[in-house]
């Protein structure tokens, strides 16, 4: 059974870098899939942030492009987000989730992690 | 960016009645559509892939339809734990995105 984990900091400063990381049970993250963080702030929609496929080459939304890095760890199985300069708007649920891909394509975000709350305040 | 359009915003169904909620797309995104069901407090759902494929897991009563820009959720008889919110998201082209969602509630 694959599961994932979010881990990270419930409160950021504004100004300051978030940092999450996703632990994957279960399922290599080397195998031939997509890995990638969405967010949800309180009472809103879902955002896709970014996918990095297995083999490290990523994809982000143009929203805060500039401000993020998606990377892998397989020594660890698991992969991390990074998101800099946050401001109050970045305060969200965020999930890490397996993206599925075949034959050069991505497809549906398959399993998703409970999904961790942070909070950007002084 | 391609726009994803759902409708309605809120649905107001009774159990045992047919919901159908509409995603539409901005521009011909084929078949490459999912959708995923939330409730509160949870994580979403993979619910439906490539427009009309049922994921593991998902009753029957679940249906998908539709491509290029115009597709359709079903669910045939609500039952008391389908009360939720659902999202479609498009996987045709970077940056990926989702629909604003449709919640159904109790009528």
């Known amino acids: 059974q694959v599961q994932l984990q979010e881990s990270g900091p419930g409160l950021v400063k504004p100004s300051e870098t978030l940092s999450l990381t996703c632990h994957v049970a279960?399922?290599?993250?080397?195998?031939?899939?997509?890995w990638a963080w969405i967010r949800q702030p309180p009472e809103k929609g879902l955002e896709w942030i970014g996918s990095?496929?297995?083999?490290?080459?990523?994809y982000y939304n143009p929203s805060v492009k500039s401000r993020s890095t998606i990377s892998l760890d397989t020594s660890k199985n698991q992969f991390s987000l990074i998101l800099s300069s946050v401001t109050a708007a970045d305060t969200a649920d965020y999930y890490c989730v397996r993206q599925k891909y075949s034959s050069g394509r991505v497809f549906e975000f398959d399993i998703w992690g409970q999904g961790t709350m942070v909070t950007v305040s002084p | 960016e391609i726009v994803l359009t759902q409708s309605p915003a809120t649905l107001s169904v009774s159990p045992g009645e047919r919901a159908t909620l509409s995603c539409r797309a901005s521009q011909s995104i084929s078949s490459y559509l999912a959708w995923y069901q939330q409730k509160p407090g949870q994580a979403p759902r993979l619910l439906m892939c490539?427009?009309?494929t049922r994921a593991t897991g998902i009753p029957a009563r679940f249906s998908g339809s539709g491509s290029g820009t115009e597709f359709t959720l079903t669910i045939s008889s609500l039952q008391s734990e389908d009360f939720a919110l659902y999202y479609c998201q498009q996987h045709n082209d970077w940056p990926l995105t989702f629909g604003g969602g449709t919640k159904v509630e109790i009528k």
């Open positions: 990095v496929s297995h083999t490290g080459s990523a």
């Open positions: 490539d427009a009309s």
């Open positions: 279960g399922y290599s993250i080397s195998s031939s899939c997509f």
